[in-house]
T-cell receptor, first 116, second 114 residues
């Protein structure tokens, strides 16, 4: 069965420090990968998605970047964190290539980031 | 662009009461529709999904949802809630072609009182 891992689970970082959040998927190959952010009291906002190694699409201009160095690894980064980067970051994978464009996304446990 | 509206932000019910959570979306094309649930302290889990066919779909734990195309709605229902249903519920819409990232509603927090 497929599993998705995220780490760290919780992170407290000072403003201006760098960030690296990692997401890995097991039990599937060539998945679509997604980074979402969930701010308190709000729904999930898509940040980045990737359909393959080295292929990153950004949904919103921001202080963050993403990379996909391996098929099942997705990394969210920042060179200098802002207070507004605080939130709950979720990684998701979707099975690609199903007939008719049907994809279900499955979410990881998330990383709670607090920028002070 | 897609958008999803969940009109009920916070719902409080007693056990055995019936539940209906509203979800409306705006998108002109074919869509995939989902309900996700986030129990306290747990990660987001898929509750049910609709791709095509019978507009009444059944999910886990006795939940069901009905897709009404003419109303752009995908409401979640459960005839009798339990205390363990206390959670936050998110409706999401995904594109059928091209970009398949999900657009989420803002969520509905359900509190079931014993």
């Amino acid at each position: 069965s497929q599993t998705i891992h995220q780490w760290p689970a919780t992170l407290v970082q000072p403003v201006g420090s760098p960030l690296s959040l990692e997401c890995t998927v097991e039990g599937t190959s060539n998945p679509n990968l997604y980074w979402y952010r969930q701010a308190a009291g709000r729904g999930l906002q898509l940040l980045f998605y990737s359909v393959g190694i080295g292929q990153i699409s950004s949904e919103v201009p921001q202080n963050l970047s993403a990379s996909r160095p391996q098929d099942r690894q997705f990394i969210l980064s920042s060179k200098k964190l802002l207070l507004s980067d605080s939130g709950f970051y979720l990684c998701a994978w979707g099975a690609r290539g199903l007939a008719g464009g049907r994809e279900t996304q499955y979410f990881g446990p998330g990383t709670r980031l607090l920028v002070l | 662009a897609q958008s999803v509206s969940q009109h009920n932000h916070h719902v409080i019910l007693s056990e055995a009461a019936s539940l209906e959570l509203g979800c409306n979306y705006s998108y002109g094309g074919t869509v995939n529709l989902f309900w996700y649930v986030q129990y306290p302290g747990q990660h987001l889990q898929l509750l049910l999904k609709y791709f095509s066919g019978d507009p009444l779909v059944k999910g886990i734990k006795g939940f069901e949802a009905e897709f009404i195309k003419s109303k752009f709605s995908f409401n979640l229902r459960k005839p009798s809630v339990q205390w363990s249903d206390t959670a936050e519920y998110f409706c999401a819409v995904g594109g059928y072609t091209g970009r398949r990232a999900l657009t989420f509603g803002s969520g509905t927090r359900l509190q079931v009182q014993p």
